[in-house]
């Protein structure tokens, strides 16, 4: 069993900041990960780009899922928003974290919010869809595809894939015309030629599904 990265667009009228982005359509909103760890802070950090703030600021006015917010700084084109949630907004994050998973990534599109997320299995991520589903979310899955650990930052790679990929880098074994065989990989790993070339191709397929296709529907 592997991890999975999965990618939902998600939307329900109370979806926290909807309305907003109903109101002022050029808006685009993305939250600001790892702005603070206090358990007692109720506020989200945001990073909004939009055409006028001024306008941007009536529709968090009329949004009825915010409480309040505070523009904290304007930088050039953009402004960062600290927003406090009303008790009607519904928000999908803290079921995804409930689920041991984690969002990676998250921006509006119009009212529909992109999700980019890790889950430690796929079971997880059936179960944040039977909760959206549960919830009258509207929900469609973009993608899920293996990832590898979220903690490992190696692409998901393992360290023997990892290690088989550096040696072969090293060796001249990408080049054209080749510096080495896959039999001389083998031979300076320790292992066989079969066990290498199966290193390679599955540490090449990680890169290429956590990189190149990442963003692939």
């Not at 700084?73 to 984690?102: C, H, K, M, Q, W």
């Not at 009212?111 to 469609?140: C, G, M, N, S």
């Not at 039999?183 to 790993?189: D, F, N, T």
């Amino acid at each position: 069993m592997t991890d999975v990265l999965a990618v939902f667009r998600v939307s329900h009228p109370d979806l926290g900041l909807t309305r907003t982005a109903e109101y002022d359509e050029t808006a685009t909103l993305r939250p600001i990960r790892d702005a603070g760890t206090d358990p007692e802070n109720d506020r989200y950090l945001y990073s909004v780009t939009c055409d006028d703030f001024e306008r941007f600021e009536e529709g968090l006015t009329a949004d009825p899922t915010v409480e309040r917010y505070e523009r904290v700084v304007v930088l050039a084109d953009e402004a960062i928003y600290a927003i406090t949630y009303s008790d009607r907004a519904v928000l999908f994050s803290p079921e995804v974290g409930r689920l041991n998973g984690a969002i990676l990534d998250m921006e509006n599109d119009g009212t529909t919010w992109v999700f980019k997320t890790w889950f430690p299995d796929r079971q997880a991520a059936q179960r944040v869809w039977d909760y959206a589903v549960e919830h009258d979310l509207e929900i469609e899955l973009d993608r899920i595809n293996e990832y590898g650990s979220i903690v490992s930052n190696q692409y998901g790679l393992t360290d023997k894939q990892r290690g088989a990929i550096l040696t072969a880098l090293d060796a001249g074994y990408f080049d054209e015309p080749r510096g080495a065989t896959l039999g001389e990989v083998a031979s300076e790993l320790g292992i066989s030629q079969p066990a290498a070339s199966g290193l390679l191709r599955r540490g090449i397929k990680r890169l290429a599904l956590s990189t190149v296709a990442e963003g692939d529907e």
